[in-house]
């Protein structure tokens, strides 16, 4: 957009005063208006506002968990037609497609996730979800605790704000609405409905998570790996079982399991080259029923989180030599070496390319001020969002952090984190901030 988004870098007296009561009348409005008179996206963004934050209010206290995202895509979708965009739905599960076109240009993916989590809420707050649902036998809450709801209003609201703006940028916008990301299977449910073959190669990805430790107005990002390619993996650890008053009579397997999950801790601190990250923990161990019985087996259950493939690759052999070594050591035959299964519902690592970043972190400045735009550091946590850029297709892809925590809380250091049940955004600073970002980069990218 055309004026600056920090107006009072000239330092003269008269620059000063004028920027002393811009910034009272940012305090007072208590608006993310930055420029002065206010662009056009802020200007579209403020009318907006009231409408996305109802928006996203009922769409916080109407959660539907991963594959049940019926009523939610619908709502989406009856959004986008009442823009004029053309909707796909049914894409790959409760999958969506909305296809913007506005005259020649690149092909940009810009994707929300839909789905929420089965759990109670706690936040108090006076539209808190009270929806329950069976779930595995039991009775139990759903909730957005993860912001898919906050991702949905600002892409809604991205949306509206480019359809207002048409005249300002060219291409072809790419909305996808997908289901299941909380279980790793959504967007490879939507890439292998053939996404790409019927609606294109996108030139650019781009999606947000909401952040729980960034305040609301700003937002982060990283450059190349930022998110973890996470994989479950479990071992069935054999044994003899015996009395458990006559152990020579057994080969434990709760001491063999013991050892290995002692010795799986030197795979990160011994095998890694220091510089490089992985995560393994060992989040179950399950064997035996009885003070006195020794069993004949145990599982461990394990979560792994890594971001080269290299790594990767390492720490499956670790996994396995381990496991390994230790059972031969107790004495076990070999037809009864522990078996390590790798489980397929696993999501590779988030790579934002970096050239991209340098982009968007120019646009973002341009949305919401240069200080409101900060570095994040990678996490371990995984996002399925990956798979629309670690295609056979290498989409160039950025998935940022939106900030949606009160000054308040970062005081205070209550921070609650995602799939918490305590956790949520500020919905308008936070709903304003996604969409001017969100808005201005896609404009930006459009324009080339
Ligand atoms: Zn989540
Ligand atoms: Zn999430």
């Known amino acids: 957009m055309g004026s600056s988004s920090i107006p009072y870098v000239c330092l003269n007296r008269y620059n000063i005063m004028r920027a002393l009561l811009f910034l009272i009348f940012i305090v007072s409005t208590s608006s993310f208006v930055v420029t002065d008179p206010p662009t056009k996206l802020e200007m579209v963004i403020k009318d907006d506002l009231p409408f996305l934050v109802e928006f996203y209010k009922h769409r916080h206290q109407n959660p539907e968990i991963s594959l049940q995202e019926k009523e939610t895509s619908a709502e989406l979708a009856a959004e986008l037609r009442k823009l004029?965009?053309?909707?796909?739905?049914?894409?790959?599960?409760?999958?969506?497609?909305?296809?913007?076109?506005?005259?020649?240009?690149?092909?940009?993916?810009?994707?929300?996730?839909?789905?929420?989590?089965?759990?109670?809420?706690?936040?108090?707050?006076?539209?808190?979800?009270?929806?329950?649902?069976?779930?595995?036998?039991?009775?139990?809450?759903?909730?957005?605790?993860?912001?898919?709801?906050?991702?949905?209003?600002?892409?809604?609201?991205?949306?509206?704000?480019?359809?207002?703006?048409?005249?300002?940028?060219?291409?072809?916008?790419?909305?996808?609405?997908?289901?299941?990301?909380?279980?790793?299977?959504?967007?490879?449910?939507?890439?292998?409905?053939?996404?790409?073959?019927?609606?294109?190669?996108?030139?650019?990805?781009?999606?947000?998570?909401s952040s729980p430790t960034i305040a609301a107005g700003q937002v982060g990002f990283g450059k190349g790996f930022t998110m973890a390619y996470t994989e479950s993996v479990d071992i069935l650890v054999k044994g003899i079982g015996a009395h458990g008053a006559s152990p020579h009579m057994s080969i434990d397997p709760v001491v063999i399991a013991s050892m290995i999950?002692?010795?799986?801790?030197?795979?990160?601190?011994?095998?890694?080259?220091?510089?490089?990250?992985?995560?393994?923990?060992?989040?179950?161990?399950?064997?035996?029923?009885?003070?006195?019985?020794?069993?004949?087996?145990?599982?461990?259950?394990?979560?792994?989180?890594?971001?080269?493939?290299?790594?990767?690759?390492?720490?499956?052999?670790?996994?396995?030599?381990?496991?390994?070594?230790?059972?031969?050591?107790?004495?076990?035959?070999?037809?009864?070496?522990?078996?390590?299964?790798?489980?397929?519902?696993?999501?590779?690592?988030?790579?934002?390319?970096?050239?991209?970043?340098?982009?968007?972190?120019?646009?973002?400045?341009k949305a919401i001020g240069e200080d409101n735009v900060i570095y994040a550091e990678p996490v371990m946590i995984g996002e399925d969002f990956s798979m629309y850029g670690s295609t056979e297709h290498d989409v160039p892809t950025v998935l940022y952090w939106l900030g949606t925590v009160s000054e308040e809380k970062i005081e205070a250091g209550n921070l609650p984190g995602l799939h918490s049940p305590y956790y949520f955004p500020m919905p308008a600073k936070t709903i304003e901030t996604g969409v001017a970002v969100t808005t201005q980069s896609l404009i930006d990218l459009f324009n080339g």
């Open 84 to 209: 004029g965009i053309e909707v796909t739905e049914g894409f790959g599960g409760y999958g969506i497609v909305g296809i913007l076109k506005n005259g020649e240009g690149p092909l940009i993916l810009y994707r929300t996730d839909m789905d929420a989590l089965p759990m109670y809420e706690k936040s108090e707050l006076d539209y808190a979800s009270k929806k329950e649902i069976d779930y595995e036998g039991l009775r139990t809450g759903t909730m957005h605790s993860c912001g898919h709801d906050v991702h949905m209003a600002t892409w809604l609201g991205t949306a509206r704000a480019l359809v207002a703006m048409r005249d300002q940028w060219k291409g072809t916008l790419m909305l996808i609405g997908q289901p299941a990301e909380e279980i790793g299977k959504g967007a490879k449910m939507m890439l292998e409905a053939g996404l790409y073959d019927r609606f294109g190669v996108p030139d650019y990805g781009i999606g947000l998570h």
């Open 261 to 365: 999950v002692m010795d799986l801790q030197t795979i990160v601190s011994r095998s890694l080259k220091p510089t490089e990250a992985a995560v393994i923990t060992v989040g179950a161990i399950q064997g035996g029923i009885k003070h006195n019985i020794i069993p004949d087996q145990v599982k461990l259950k394990l979560t792994v989180r890594t971001y080269k493939e290299e790594v990767r690759e390492m720490v499956h052999r670790r996994i396995r030599e381990i496991a390994e070594g230790i059972a031969i050591a107790a004495g076990l035959p070999d037809d009864m070496m522990p078996e390590v299964y790798i489980r397929e519902e696993s999501t590779p690592a988030n790579y934002n390319d970096p050239d991209l970043v340098e982009a968007m972190t120019v646009s973002g400045a």
